[in-house]
């Protein structure tokens, strides 16, 4: 036994003789296939149930459940969803994006290409604007309380709601990589006259306050009021660069997600009327870093291209 390996000494003697009465009696060593149990799904039906998943992603357990029991093959959903997952196939939820017609994705793709070359500095030249509603107690929904059970309904696990959000306020506001602009209480419905009101009263303040240089674009999406033939003339006389903007395309403004950010931090703060709700609003818009705003800008043109465009 010198010439074997450590491993080897380690063997008893008896597992030593019976690997040699088996090299002897079958001629190999290895371990044969065993029996087991026998699967649950037969192949074939788990391969076409694969497929079916495969070929449409909203199939659920429960119709697969139904699909089988037709082929005689009684298992409990459990079972199917462990099969799922040795093929990777797991439950998510599905991700929103804007219904696109034919037209938007030819649209949205020619201007990812002519926008996926641009510059850093091109980017960093844009002043994005958009407008968002904030109701007093409408987000509180994300909140979470940590609880025993059967405590849900004690007065402090309890979250107080009120119909129609217990009121909210419109606001318009606007962002450039340098940081955040102006933010602004948009009074009643908004048409053409007060957008544009708006944008002689903030859209140059926050050029300013935001250092853009000569030649800086203005962005805005395709709403009636925003691409009128009188806000249109206004924009013609206050030489506004305005960026083309293709339709349906609300997921490529970078704005959108600072939005949920404000929403989160004012929520955060339980304002108790709509006074408070704004003046939040102003507070914690002023309070988000630039940083937050370039880290989006960075992909944004690989972003356009590889990820929203259908």
Not at 83 to 110: A, C, D, Q, T
Not at 203 to 217: A, F, H, M, N, P
Request: proline share 4%.
């Amino acid at each position: 036994m010198s010439g074997l390996g450590e491993g080897y000494k380690k063997l008893s003697v008896s597992t030593v003789s019976n690997i040699v009465k088996k090299w002897k009696t079958t001629g190999t060593v290895l371990v044969k296939p065993r029996s087991g149990r026998p699967r649950n799904i037969p192949e074939r039906q788990r391969r076409r149930m694969v497929r079916m998943v495969k070929n449409n992603p909203q199939t659920t357990s429960k119709d697969l459940q139904g699909y089988l029991a037709a082929d005689g093959v009684a298992v409990h959903r459990s079972t199917i969803q462990c099969n799922l997952h040795k093929e990777r196939l797991y439950g998510r939820v599905m991700r929103k994006k804007p219904f696109l017609h034919s037209r938007h994705k030819l649209r949205r793709l020619r201007y990812a290409k002519q926008h996926l070359d641009k510059p850093t500095s091109f980017w960093k030249g844009i002043l994005w604007t958009d407008e968002t509603k904030i109701e007093l107690f409408g987000h509180n929904k994300r909140r979470y309380a940590l609880r025993q059970k059967n405590t849900e309904f004690k007065e402090k696990h309890l979250l107080p709601t009120v119909k129609f959000g217990g009121g909210s306020i419109m606001l318009w506001g606007c962002v450039a990589s340098a940081g955040t602009g102006n933010l602004v209480k948009i009074e009643g419905r908004i048409d053409s006259t007060q957008y544009q009101q708006i944008l002689e009263n903030n859209v140059q303040e926050s050029v300013t306050k935001l250092k853009l240089r000569r030649g800086w674009v203005f962005q805005q999406d395709n709403d009636p009021k925003n691409c009128s033939k009188s806000t249109r003339a206004f924009m013609q006389r206050n030489k506004y660069n305005v960026l083309e903007w293709p339709s349906q395309s609300p997921d490529l403004n970078i704005i959108k997600n600072l939005w949920d950010d404000l929403k989160q931090a004012v929520h955060a703060r339980n304002p108790s009327n709509i006074t408070k709700l704004q003046r939040f609003c102003q507070e914690e818009w002023a309070k988000i870093p630039s940083s937050r705003i370039q880290i989006q800008k960075a992909f944004t043109g690989c972003y356009f291209c590889k990820r929203r465009l259908y």
